[in-house]
């Protein structure tokens, strides 16, 4: 159906009206306030000790979980898509439910489960912090951005169906040569959208982090627990603002530099295309001359 110019500019209209109220303006009011008191001002609150803790401490959580994510989402995603067994969707219902349990619930299980007292509480006794530390923060993160890479590697399995993959397979490839040199290009674009969801679900997660960690500056804070603590225990707002406006130029780093990749990659396809087609150009003369040599002596 083909929307006249009325009704067409009308939709465009309120599509970014609603854009701009909930996502620039609150956007740019954040970054105009972090700035507000000087660039030297917004420095300083965002290299004090408490803040580049939190900054390491977020990029670890974000350097274990991302590569975690990678593996056994690509693995989930195959089992589900090309996998032919019983409780298929159990596991796909598994999957997503991280969208639907609270991120409280999940750090309330988590210490249930792993906290003192719990089904593996004896790691305590044993010496091993899981709750309130390290180990904990990183298994709610792992739960709350599991859904991620197996949800955008998925519709591309179904997408560019098995065929390349039998054809690898007739022709006496192993199931890891298939997969590396068929399945892992094919789906590269979509396992690359889902790691950019999940660094930036692991750099803003809040809910399940705060259950199991003990927000300590310089033990177990992360930035979004920082940006929370300056904000309601120190009353330091403009504090609070330097440490979101940190937390969003990570995240448009991660979209820069994953769109750079995803530009250089079509360059270089682009041109091995080019030289593949030169070298058909010039080796078509060689193949067609010894039957002009014959058509000329007939």
Known sequence: MKLSTFPRLT?????LLYLFVLLVVPV??????SFEHGIVQFWEWITTPAAISAL?????????????????GVFTALAIVRGRFRGRGVVEAIVDLP????????????????GYGGWFGG????????????????????FVTLPFVVREVEPVLREIGTEQEEAAATLGASGWQTFWRITLPAIRWGLS???VLTVARA???????????????????TLTLLVSSRYTDDYNEYGAYAAATLLMMIAILVLLLMTLVEKRTGTNKVERRKASNETDAVTAPSETAPKTQESELV
């Open 56 to 72: 390491q401490l977020s990029l670890l959580i974000v350097a274990i979980v991302v590569p975690l994510n990678v593996v056994f």
């Open 99 to 114: 969208f639907a349990v609270s991120p409280i619930v999940v750090g309330v299980a988590l210490i249930l489960l792993w």
């Open 193 to 195: 959208y889902g790691v």
């Open 203 to 221: 750099l803003g997660e809040y809910g399940a982090v705060i259950m199991v960690s003990s927000n300590l500056p310089g033990v177990s804070q």
């Open 11 to 15: 939709l465009r209209t309120i599509a």
């Open 123 to 142: 790691l305590e006794s044993a010496g091993f912090t899981v709750i309130f530390g390290l180990p904990g923060m990183v298994l709610a993160t792992l």
């Open 28 to 33: 740019a009011l954040i970054f105009y306030r």
